[in-house]
Protein backbone atom coordinates (compact mmCIF):
# COMPACT_ATOMS: atom_id res chain seq x y z
CA UNK A 1 0.00 0.00 0.00
CA UNK A 2 1.15 3.16 -0.95
CA UNK A 3 0.51 4.97 2.50
CA UNK A 4 3.22 5.27 5.16
CA UNK A 5 1.97 8.06 7.39
CA UNK A 6 0.11 7.72 10.27
CA UNK A 7 -2.49 4.99 10.07
CA UNK A 8 -5.04 7.19 11.63
CA UNK A 9 -4.82 9.93 9.39
CA UNK A 10 -8.20 11.06 7.93
CA UNK A 11 -8.87 9.85 4.12
CA UNK A 12 -9.24 13.75 3.28
CA UNK A 13 -5.41 14.01 4.05
CA UNK A 14 -4.51 10.81 2.40
CA UNK A 15 -6.30 11.90 -0.57
CA UNK A 16 -4.25 15.38 -0.26
CA UNK A 17 -1.28 13.82 -0.36
CA UNK A 18 -1.61 11.18 -2.91
CA UNK A 19 -4.48 12.26 -5.45
CA UNK A 20 -2.52 13.96 -7.79
CA UNK A 21 0.25 11.48 -8.44
CA UNK A 22 -2.52 8.29 -8.66
CA UNK A 23 -3.36 6.77 -11.97
CA UNK A 24 -5.88 9.18 -13.76
CA UNK A 25 -8.70 6.64 -12.93
CA UNK A 26 -7.83 6.25 -9.22
CA UNK A 27 -7.37 9.73 -9.05
CA UNK A 28 -11.38 10.39 -10.58
CA UNK A 29 -12.37 8.17 -8.02
CA UNK A 30 -10.31 9.92 -5.39
CA UNK A 31 -11.50 13.16 -6.30
CA UNK A 32 -15.24 12.01 -6.10
CA UNK A 33 -14.96 10.93 -2.81
CA UNK A 34 -13.52 14.18 -1.57
CA UNK A 35 -15.84 16.46 -3.47
CA UNK A 36 -18.99 14.50 -1.99
CA UNK A 37 -17.65 12.47 1.14
CA UNK A 38 -21.08 11.85 2.39
CA UNK A 39 -22.64 10.27 -0.78
CA UNK A 40 -19.94 8.10 -1.36
CA UNK A 41 -20.02 6.49 2.07
CA UNK A 42 -23.36 5.33 1.11
CA UNK A 43 -22.78 4.05 -2.25
CA UNK A 44 -20.69 0.56 -2.30
CA UNK A 45 -17.76 -0.13 -4.69
CA UNK A 46 -20.12 -0.84 -7.80
CA UNK A 47 -22.40 2.13 -6.94
CA UNK A 48 -19.19 4.75 -6.48
CA UNK A 49 -18.01 3.29 -9.30
CA UNK A 50 -21.11 3.75 -11.70
CA UNK A 51 -21.45 7.07 -10.26
CA UNK A 52 -17.54 8.36 -11.80
CA UNK A 53 -17.34 6.04 -14.64
CA UNK A 54 -14.99 3.29 -13.99
CA UNK A 55 -15.07 -0.32 -13.35
CA UNK A 56 -15.51 -1.60 -9.83
CA UNK A 57 -11.77 -2.70 -9.47
CA UNK A 58 -10.63 0.70 -10.29
CA UNK A 59 -12.24 1.60 -7.06
CA UNK A 60 -11.24 -1.22 -4.97
CA UNK A 61 -6.87 0.13 -5.96
CA UNK A 62 -7.84 3.88 -5.42
CA UNK A 63 -8.97 2.21 -2.38
CA UNK A 64 -5.75 0.32 -1.45
CA UNK A 65 -3.42 3.51 -3.07
CA UNK A 66 -4.92 5.61 -0.33
CA UNK A 67 -3.33 2.95 2.18
CA UNK A 68 -6.98 0.82 3.13
CA UNK A 69 -7.17 -2.96 2.41
CA UNK A 70 -10.36 -2.42 0.19
CA UNK A 71 -13.39 0.03 -0.12
CA UNK A 72 -15.03 -1.23 2.81
CA UNK A 73 -12.02 0.02 4.74
CA UNK A 74 -12.21 3.22 3.23
CA UNK A 75 -16.19 3.42 3.62
CA UNK A 76 -15.64 3.17 7.31
CA UNK A 77 -12.62 5.82 7.50
CA UNK A 78 -14.88 8.31 6.02
CA UNK A 79 -17.91 7.59 8.17
CA UNK A 80 -15.28 8.11 11.23
CA UNK A 81 -14.04 11.37 9.38
CA UNK A 82 -17.44 12.69 9.02
CA UNK A 83 -18.17 11.78 12.31
CA UNK A 84 -15.40 13.28 13.83
CA UNK A 85 -16.31 16.75 12.28
CA UNK A 86 -19.82 16.94 13.35
CA UNK A 87 -18.85 16.40 16.59
CA UNK A 88 -15.93 19.27 16.75
CA UNK A 89 -18.40 21.55 14.75
CA UNK A 90 -21.60 20.72 17.09
CA UNK A 91 -19.01 21.32 20.12
CA UNK A 92 -17.67 24.62 18.68
CA UNK A 93 -21.14 25.84 18.36
CA UNK A 94 -21.88 25.55 21.81
CA UNK A 95 -18.63 26.90 22.84
CA UNK A 96 -20.08 29.74 20.87
CA UNK A 97 -17.07 29.72 18.56
CA UNK A 98 -17.57 29.32 14.65
CA UNK A 99 -15.56 26.90 12.92
CA UNK A 100 -15.53 26.63 8.95
CA UNK A 101 -18.32 24.44 7.60
CA UNK A 102 -20.26 24.95 10.94
CA UNK A 103 -22.22 28.22 9.65
CA UNK A 104 -22.47 30.16 6.14
CA UNK A 105 -20.09 33.29 7.16
CA UNK A 106 -22.52 36.25 6.41
CA UNK A 107 -19.25 39.03 6.63
CA UNK A 108 -18.44 39.80 2.90
CA UNK A 109 -16.31 42.19 3.96
CA UNK A 110 -12.56 42.17 3.26
CA UNK A 111 -11.45 41.64 7.04
CA UNK A 112 -14.56 38.87 6.96
CA UNK A 113 -13.46 36.94 4.03
CA UNK A 114 -9.69 36.79 5.78
CA UNK A 115 -11.18 36.00 8.62
CA UNK A 116 -13.28 32.90 6.74
CA UNK A 117 -10.02 32.09 5.08
CA UNK A 118 -7.59 31.75 8.21
CA UNK A 119 -10.18 29.95 9.70
CA UNK A 120 -10.16 27.37 7.31
CA UNK A 121 -6.33 27.08 7.15
CA UNK A 122 -6.00 26.61 10.86
CA UNK A 123 -8.82 23.77 10.28
CA UNK A 124 -6.59 22.00 8.79
CA UNK A 125 -3.13 22.76 10.41
CA UNK A 126 -4.11 19.60 12.49
CA UNK A 127 -3.54 17.45 10.00
CA UNK A 128 -0.04 18.49 9.40
CA UNK A 129 1.84 16.00 10.99
CA UNK A 130 -0.53 12.66 9.82
CA UNK A 131 1.98 11.44 7.09
CA UNK A 132 5.11 12.38 8.94
CA UNK A 133 6.86 9.01 10.62
CA UNK A 134 8.78 8.24 13.24
CA UNK A 135 11.59 7.12 11.10
CA UNK A 136 11.84 10.17 8.88
CA UNK A 137 11.64 13.02 11.60
CA UNK A 138 14.77 11.28 13.50
CA UNK A 139 16.56 10.82 10.35
CA UNK A 140 16.34 14.42 10.08
CA UNK A 141 17.28 15.29 13.36
CA UNK A 142 20.17 13.45 13.59
CA UNK A 143 21.53 14.55 9.88
CA UNK A 144 21.33 17.89 10.30
CA UNK A 145 23.22 17.66 13.92
CA UNK A 146 25.75 15.31 12.41
CA UNK A 147 26.58 16.56 9.02
CA UNK A 148 29.40 17.91 8.27
CA UNK A 149 27.91 20.55 5.78
CA UNK A 150 24.46 21.80 5.36
CA UNK A 151 22.94 23.29 2.11
CA UNK A 152 19.44 24.14 2.05
CA UNK A 153 17.51 24.31 -1.77
CA UNK A 154 14.23 25.77 -1.95
CA UNK A 155 13.19 27.27 -5.16
CA UNK A 156 9.89 29.66 -6.35
CA UNK A 157 7.24 29.67 -3.86
CA UNK A 158 9.38 27.59 -1.83
CA UNK A 159 12.14 30.08 -1.17
CA UNK A 160 11.20 31.70 1.91
CA UNK A 161 10.79 28.61 3.60
CA UNK A 162 14.24 27.91 3.14
CA UNK A 163 15.65 31.34 3.94
CA UNK A 164 13.41 31.21 7.41
CA UNK A 165 14.93 27.70 7.94
CA UNK A 166 18.95 29.01 6.97
CA UNK A 167 18.08 32.07 9.20
CA UNK A 168 16.39 30.11 12.18
CA UNK A 169 19.14 26.98 12.26
CA UNK A 170 22.03 29.81 12.32
CA UNK A 171 20.55 31.12 15.14
CA UNK A 172 20.92 27.38 16.88
CA UNK A 173 24.01 27.42 16.04
CA UNK A 174 24.18 25.40 13.27
CA UNK A 175 25.98 26.41 9.95
CA UNK A 176 24.18 26.18 6.41
CA UNK A 177 24.22 27.31 3.61
CA UNK A 178 21.84 28.94 0.92
CA UNK A 179 22.21 30.18 -2.57
CA UNK A 180 18.81 31.81 -4.59
CA UNK A 181 20.93 31.24 -7.50
CA UNK A 182 20.21 27.39 -9.55
CA UNK A 183 23.34 27.30 -10.54
CA UNK A 184 25.07 28.04 -7.47
CA UNK A 185 22.89 25.56 -6.07
CA UNK A 186 23.97 23.24 -8.51
CA UNK A 187 27.47 23.85 -7.87
CA UNK A 188 27.61 24.19 -4.28
CA UNK A 189 25.56 20.22 -3.80
CA UNK A 190 28.08 18.54 -6.31
CA UNK A 191 30.63 19.51 -4.01
CA UNK A 192 29.15 18.40 -0.71
CA UNK A 193 30.08 14.65 -0.83
CA UNK A 194 29.40 11.92 1.76
CA UNK A 195 28.56 12.46 5.09
CA UNK A 196 27.04 16.08 4.08
CA UNK A 197 23.20 17.03 3.47
CA UNK A 198 20.91 18.73 0.97
CA UNK A 199 17.65 20.05 2.84
CA UNK A 200 15.29 20.79 -0.08
CA UNK A 201 11.61 22.29 0.16
CA UNK A 202 8.85 22.02 -2.28
CA UNK A 203 5.66 22.50 -2.02
CA UNK A 204 4.27 20.74 -4.81
CA UNK A 205 7.59 18.38 -5.84
CA UNK A 206 8.26 19.09 -8.86
CA UNK A 207 10.33 22.20 -9.67
CA UNK A 208 12.54 21.36 -12.29
CA UNK A 209 15.92 23.56 -10.54
CA UNK A 210 15.51 21.99 -7.29
CA UNK A 211 15.13 18.48 -8.78
CA UNK A 212 18.51 19.15 -10.48
CA UNK A 213 19.83 20.32 -7.55
CA UNK A 214 19.13 17.02 -6.05
CA UNK A 215 20.53 15.19 -8.40
CA UNK A 216 23.83 16.84 -7.96
CA UNK A 217 23.71 15.88 -4.53
CA UNK A 218 22.80 12.61 -4.80
CA UNK A 219 25.74 12.32 -7.37
CA UNK A 220 27.85 13.90 -4.96
CA UNK A 221 27.12 11.27 -2.12
CA UNK A 222 25.28 13.64 0.51
CA UNK A 223 22.29 12.93 1.96
CA UNK A 224 19.15 14.36 0.40
CA UNK A 225 16.46 15.24 2.44
CA UNK A 226 13.07 16.60 1.33
CA UNK A 227 9.95 18.57 2.78
CA UNK A 228 6.98 17.96 0.17
CA UNK A 229 3.41 18.05 0.54
CA UNK A 230 2.62 14.95 -1.88
CA UNK A 231 3.74 11.65 -1.14
CA UNK A 232 4.37 10.72 -4.84
CA UNK A 233 6.41 12.98 -6.77
CA UNK A 234 9.36 13.23 -8.77
CA UNK A 235 11.14 15.16 -5.20
CA UNK A 236 9.89 11.95 -3.32
CA UNK A 237 11.91 9.99 -5.83
CA UNK A 238 15.42 11.30 -5.18
CA UNK A 239 15.11 11.58 -1.72
CA UNK A 240 16.93 9.64 1.06
CA UNK A 241 14.47 10.93 3.59
CA UNK A 242 10.98 12.27 3.04
CA UNK A 243 8.52 14.55 5.14
CA UNK A 244 5.53 15.06 3.86
CA UNK A 245 2.93 17.75 5.00
CA UNK A 246 -0.17 17.43 3.56
CA UNK A 247 -1.21 20.27 1.78
CA UNK A 248 -3.79 22.59 3.39
CA UNK A 249 -5.81 23.47 0.05
CA UNK A 250 -7.87 20.65 -1.11
CA UNK A 251 -6.10 19.84 -4.11
CA UNK A 252 -2.55 20.01 -6.08
CA UNK A 253 -4.34 22.69 -8.88
CA UNK A 254 -5.48 24.62 -5.22
CA UNK A 255 -1.84 24.11 -3.94
CA UNK A 256 -0.33 25.25 -7.56
CA UNK A 257 -2.22 28.20 -7.14
CA UNK A 258 -2.60 29.50 -4.02
CA UNK A 259 0.22 28.53 -2.65
CA UNK A 260 -0.30 28.42 0.59
CA UNK A 261 2.79 27.11 3.10
CA UNK A 262 1.78 27.67 6.86
CA UNK A 263 1.81 23.70 7.55
CA UNK A 264 5.29 23.67 6.01
CA UNK A 265 6.25 26.54 7.64
CA UNK A 266 5.41 25.32 11.29
CA UNK A 267 6.82 21.93 11.15
CA UNK A 268 10.04 23.21 10.18
CA UNK A 269 9.66 25.94 13.20
CA UNK A 270 8.60 23.44 15.57
CA UNK A 271 11.64 21.01 14.36
CA UNK A 272 13.97 23.55 14.34
CA UNK A 273 12.81 24.15 18.33
CA UNK A 274 13.68 20.09 18.63
CA UNK A 275 16.81 20.57 17.16
CA UNK A 276 17.64 22.96 20.01
CA UNK A 277 16.69 20.34 22.49
CA UNK A 278 18.59 17.51 21.35
CA UNK A 279 22.01 19.99 21.10
CA UNK A 280 21.46 20.25 25.05
CA UNK A 281 24.08 23.03 26.64
CA UNK A 282 25.32 23.78 22.57
CA UNK A 283 21.73 24.56 21.56
CA UNK A 284 21.36 26.82 24.55
CA UNK A 285 24.20 28.68 24.73
CA UNK A 286 23.50 29.23 20.53
CA UNK A 287 20.25 30.75 21.21
CA UNK A 288 21.83 33.24 24.04
CA UNK A 289 24.21 33.98 21.39
CA UNK A 290 21.45 35.00 19.13
CA UNK A 291 19.00 36.68 21.44
CA UNK A 292 22.26 38.90 22.79
CA UNK A 293 22.93 40.08 19.12
CA UNK A 294 19.18 40.98 18.42
CA UNK A 295 18.71 42.47 22.17
CA UNK A 296 22.02 44.93 20.63
CA UNK A 297 20.18 45.76 17.83
CA UNK A 298 17.04 46.86 19.61
CA UNK A 299 16.66 50.77 20.67
CA UNK A 300 14.69 51.84 22.99
Keep these: MA ?3 ANDARPSVRIASLAPALQRTERRVAEAIAQDRGRAVELTAQELAEWVGVGRTTVIRAAQ ?5 GYPQLRVALVQELALETASA ?4 AAGVRVAGSAPNTD ?4 GVLRSRVAQVAARLGDT ?5 ADSVETFLATL ?5 VLVVANGLSGPLGLALVMRLNAAGRSVEYFTDPLAQQIAARQLGAGSACIVFSGSGANRQTLDTMESARE ?6 AFTSFARSAVVELADTVLVVPPINDSFSDELIHTSRAALMLLSEELVDL ?3 RRGERGVEARAAALAVLASAIKE
Design 90 to 93: AASV
Design 129 to 133: TSALT
Design 145 to 149: DSAAR
Design 220 to 225: SGATVI
Design 3 to 5: WNG
Design 108 to 111: TSAL
Design 65 to 69: SLGYE
Design 275 to 277: FVE
